[in-house]
Protein backbone atom coordinates (compact mmCIF):
# COMPACT_ATOMS: atom_id res chain seq x y z
CA UNK A 1 0.00 0.00 0.00
CA UNK A 2 1.17 3.80 -1.02
CA UNK A 3 0.88 6.01 1.75
CA UNK A 4 2.23 9.37 1.09
CA UNK A 5 2.00 12.94 2.67
CA UNK A 6 3.17 15.71 0.48
CA UNK A 7 4.19 18.64 2.17
CA UNK A 8 4.95 22.32 0.58
CA UNK A 9 4.99 26.13 0.08
CA UNK A 10 1.65 27.13 -1.25
CA UNK A 11 1.97 26.92 -4.93
CA UNK A 12 4.58 24.64 -5.09
CA UNK A 13 2.73 22.05 -7.39
CA UNK A 14 1.71 19.12 -4.58
CA UNK A 15 -1.85 19.10 -5.74
CA UNK A 16 -0.95 18.71 -9.42
CA UNK A 17 1.89 16.11 -8.59
CA UNK A 18 -0.81 14.08 -6.02
CA UNK A 19 -3.29 14.01 -9.04
CA UNK A 20 -0.62 12.12 -11.38
CA UNK A 21 0.17 9.41 -8.85
CA UNK A 22 -3.67 9.51 -7.91
CA UNK A 23 -4.62 9.22 -11.70
CA UNK A 24 -1.54 5.91 -11.58
CA UNK A 25 -2.89 4.12 -8.39
CA UNK A 26 -6.62 4.50 -7.88
CA UNK A 27 -7.55 2.56 -11.16
CA UNK A 28 -5.12 -0.28 -10.20
CA UNK A 29 -6.10 -0.27 -6.73
CA UNK A 30 -10.21 -0.03 -7.08
CA UNK A 31 -12.11 -2.93 -5.61
CA UNK A 32 -15.72 -1.32 -6.46
CA UNK A 33 -17.35 -0.91 -10.03
CA UNK A 34 -19.34 2.16 -8.48
CA UNK A 35 -16.99 3.78 -5.95
CA UNK A 36 -13.38 5.29 -6.15
CA UNK A 37 -12.08 3.19 -3.55
CA UNK A 38 -8.39 2.40 -4.66
CA UNK A 39 -7.13 5.36 -3.41
CA UNK A 40 -7.91 7.85 0.01
CA UNK A 41 -7.03 12.02 -1.16
CA UNK A 42 -6.64 14.10 1.84
CA UNK A 43 -6.43 17.45 1.44
CA UNK A 44 -6.06 18.32 5.46
CA UNK A 45 -5.04 21.56 5.09
CA UNK A 46 -9.14 22.89 5.83
CA UNK A 47 -8.81 26.24 7.71
CA UNK A 48 -7.62 24.74 10.79
CA UNK A 49 -3.52 24.36 10.57
CA UNK A 50 -1.85 27.27 12.75
CA UNK A 51 -4.90 27.20 14.91
CA UNK A 52 -5.48 25.82 18.52
CA UNK A 53 -7.87 23.21 16.85
CA UNK A 54 -5.46 21.81 14.52
CA UNK A 55 -4.07 18.96 17.02
CA UNK A 56 -7.32 17.51 17.48
CA UNK A 57 -7.92 17.71 13.66
CA UNK A 58 -4.99 15.69 12.89
CA UNK A 59 -5.31 13.18 15.83
CA UNK A 60 -9.01 12.75 13.89
CA UNK A 61 -6.88 12.32 10.60
CA UNK A 62 -5.14 9.47 12.50
CA UNK A 63 -8.25 7.63 13.34
CA UNK A 64 -9.39 7.91 10.16
CA UNK A 65 -5.97 7.04 8.34
CA UNK A 66 -6.28 3.78 11.13
CA UNK A 67 -9.71 3.06 9.95
CA UNK A 68 -7.80 2.91 6.20
CA UNK A 69 -4.98 1.13 6.90
CA UNK A 70 -5.39 -1.64 4.26
CA UNK A 71 -5.28 1.01 1.45
CA UNK A 72 -3.65 3.59 -0.23
CA UNK A 73 -3.51 6.84 1.29
CA UNK A 74 -2.29 10.14 0.09
CA UNK A 75 -2.36 13.44 1.96
CA UNK A 76 -2.03 17.38 1.11
CA UNK A 77 -0.34 19.02 4.23
CA UNK A 78 -0.27 17.14 7.97
CA UNK A 79 2.05 18.12 10.88
CA UNK A 80 4.78 20.39 8.95
CA UNK A 81 2.51 22.24 7.49
CA UNK A 82 1.01 22.69 11.25
CA UNK A 83 4.59 23.33 12.86
CA UNK A 84 5.30 26.06 10.51
CA UNK A 85 1.96 27.83 10.56
CA UNK A 86 1.81 27.79 14.37
CA UNK A 87 5.06 28.90 14.40
CA UNK A 88 4.34 32.01 12.06
CA UNK A 89 1.06 33.06 12.94
CA UNK A 90 0.62 32.08 16.93
CA UNK A 91 4.69 32.10 17.45
CA UNK A 92 4.16 28.80 19.16
CA UNK A 93 6.60 25.44 19.03
CA UNK A 94 4.25 22.56 18.11
CA UNK A 95 5.22 18.82 19.23
CA UNK A 96 4.45 16.10 16.98
CA UNK A 97 7.13 13.42 17.45
CA UNK A 98 4.13 11.01 18.78
CA UNK A 99 2.09 11.33 15.66
CA UNK A 100 4.88 11.56 13.36
CA UNK A 101 6.57 7.95 14.86
CA UNK A 102 2.96 6.73 14.86
CA UNK A 103 3.34 7.61 10.82
CA UNK A 104 5.92 5.87 10.43
CA UNK A 105 4.59 2.92 12.09
CA UNK A 106 1.74 2.89 9.63
CA UNK A 107 4.47 3.00 6.51
CA UNK A 108 3.87 6.37 5.75
CA UNK A 109 6.48 8.47 3.25
CA UNK A 110 6.95 12.63 3.70
CA UNK A 111 7.74 13.85 0.81
CA UNK A 112 8.80 17.64 0.72
CA UNK A 113 7.59 19.70 -2.62
CA UNK A 114 10.29 22.44 -3.47
CA UNK A 115 10.40 24.47 -6.17
CA UNK A 116 13.02 26.93 -7.96
CA UNK A 117 11.50 30.64 -7.27
CA UNK A 118 10.41 32.06 -10.58
CA UNK A 119 8.48 35.22 -10.16
CA UNK A 120 6.70 35.11 -13.83
CA UNK A 121 5.48 31.56 -12.64
CA UNK A 122 4.26 32.42 -9.33
CA UNK A 123 2.42 35.21 -10.38
CA UNK A 124 0.75 32.83 -13.30
CA UNK A 125 0.03 30.46 -10.23
CA UNK A 126 -1.51 32.55 -8.46
CA UNK A 127 -3.56 34.05 -11.15
CA UNK A 128 -4.71 29.96 -11.97
CA UNK A 129 -5.46 30.01 -7.96
CA UNK A 130 -7.46 32.76 -7.92
CA UNK A 131 -9.84 31.83 -10.76
CA UNK A 132 -10.52 28.42 -9.67
CA UNK A 133 -10.77 30.22 -6.16
CA UNK A 134 -11.52 34.11 -5.51
CA UNK A 135 -11.63 33.91 -1.64
CA UNK A 136 -7.70 32.77 -1.99
CA UNK A 137 -7.08 36.92 -1.99
CA UNK A 138 -7.89 37.03 1.48
CA UNK A 139 -4.47 35.54 2.38
CA UNK A 140 -2.65 36.05 -0.54
CA UNK A 141 0.67 38.43 0.11
CA UNK A 142 2.78 39.82 -2.63
CA UNK A 143 5.15 37.19 -4.29
CA UNK A 144 8.36 38.54 -2.73
Same mark, same amino acid.
Not at 15 to 22: G, R, V
Not at 43 to 63: H, L, Q
Not at 69 to 79: A, D, H, L, Q, R
Given at each position: ?????????? $????? &? /???? /? %?????? =?? @??????????? &?????? #??????????? *????? =????? $??? #??? *??????????? %?? +??? @? #????? %????????? @???? =??????????????? +????????? %????????????
Amino acid at each position: MNKIIFEGAE $LAGKS &W /IMSQ /I %YNSIEP =KS @RKSKNILDGCH &WFNADN #GVFGTENSRGV *IEGYM =KIFNS $LSE #GNI *IVEKFTLSDCI %YQ +KLH @R #GKDVD %YSDINKELE @RQGF =KIVLITFKEDRELLE +KRIQDRLNL %YPHYKEILREVD
